[in-house]
């Protein structure tokens, strides 16, 4: 059966969850809602079949064709629509980040465990599904990089003054939650904690370096200690003319990646290349060990030339949500690793703010959730 989805938020994002859903055989729009009416009817006559276009959440949810909500409004208003939704006993699907603080979400994860069994909530971490992502986090997780001991994120974008004066919610601490890292960085916080574990403890610094009229940050340098021991420097900037990569570093003790937006630019691992050496009497443990695995771990992917980057990866994660509503099982971003990345992020704010270390479960604390 088709899943009939209602995105609310007919902006930027909203039209690129509408355009993956109408594209994908298995899900539509049944509903658009948008408070501006006339960016719905815009984006309902890109579609087809033409989804019901309304202004309210409540009129959305009373019809019988939705099955899930995708949320796509300002990050300060997640909440309010999901609780609405799940109370309504939809699927919810929420843009990262899943709200702008631990508290202002906690209402999600309230209603997520009062909703009936089987109900899938999940929030936009569209990389977990990148080739590149899944080929690290395997490799981590079977220990061919032995002991991870530090990773160096770096998100070095530009968005010009115009950027932040196109929305009076941009740049706000109300509902942007905060600025390079909170909107540009929190998937790297995502794939960083997927990747190195529980983080305990963060120390950090921001600044508003070159923008105007903005409350939040634009640039911030972070230390985050995990409970494994690794360490990890998280770096994030809008302020980076005219924009370069997104690039992450994992490094153990028996090997290490390279991930620069979005493609595994390095992989090596030690107990691969003894192994590729051992079948080769031509070459020896140290020319193995000394080879570039990168091109040789990846797995085989015909390209999209018909989408960007940004439609293919929320393709990816909208397949595992019909995967999961369909089977019962969990989706591969749970409500949980959404609200430990969103933890993090405020732990990095609140030690900036008070020029101490700040610990992450104390961050958590607000929604009782254990950190695990």
Known sequence: MTLRFAVVGCGVIGKLHAEVLAADPDTTVSVLVDVDAAAAEALAQRLDPAPFVTTSVDEALARDDVDAVAICVPSGAHAQVAVAALGAGRHVVVEKPVDVTVEAAAPIAAAAAAAPEGTVVTVISQHRFDPASVVVREAIAAGRLGRITSAV????????????????????????????????????????????????????????????????????????????????????????????????????????????????????????????????????????????????????????????????????????????????????????????????????????????PVRVADVLAAVRMPIA
Do not use: C
């Open 153 to 356: 994120a770096t998100v070095s974008w530009w968005r010009s003054q115009g950027y932040y004066d196109s929305g009076a919610w941009r740049g706000t601490w109300e509902l942007d939650g905060g600025g390079a890292l909170m909107n540009q960085g929190v998937h790297t916080v995502d794939l960083l904690l997927w990747f190195l574990g529980t983080p305990v403890e963060v120390m950090a610094l921001t600044g508003l370096l070159a923008h105007e009229r903005v409350e939040v940050e634009d640039t911030v340098a972070a230390v985050v200690r995990f409970e494994s021991g690794a360490l990890a420097t998280l770096h994030a900037t809008t302020a980076a003319y005219p924009g370069l990569s997104v690039r992450l570093q994992v490094l153990g003790d028996a090997g290490s990646a390279v991930i620069d937006d979005d493609r595994l630019g390095y992989f090596h691992s030690k107990e691969l290349a003894s192994a590729e050496a051992a079948g080769d009497a031509g070459v020896s443990a140290d020319q193995g060990d000394r080879a570039d695995q990168t091109a040789r771990v990846l797995p085989a992917e015909e390209p999209d030339p018909a989408h960007g980057p940004m439609f293919t990866g929320h393709a990816r994660q909208y397949r595992d949500v019909v995967e999961a509503i369909r089977t019962g099982r969990r989706p591969g971003v749970t409500l949980d690793d959404a609200l430990l990345a969103l933890a993090t992020v405020r732990a990095v704010y609140e030690s900036a703010r008070t020029g101490v």
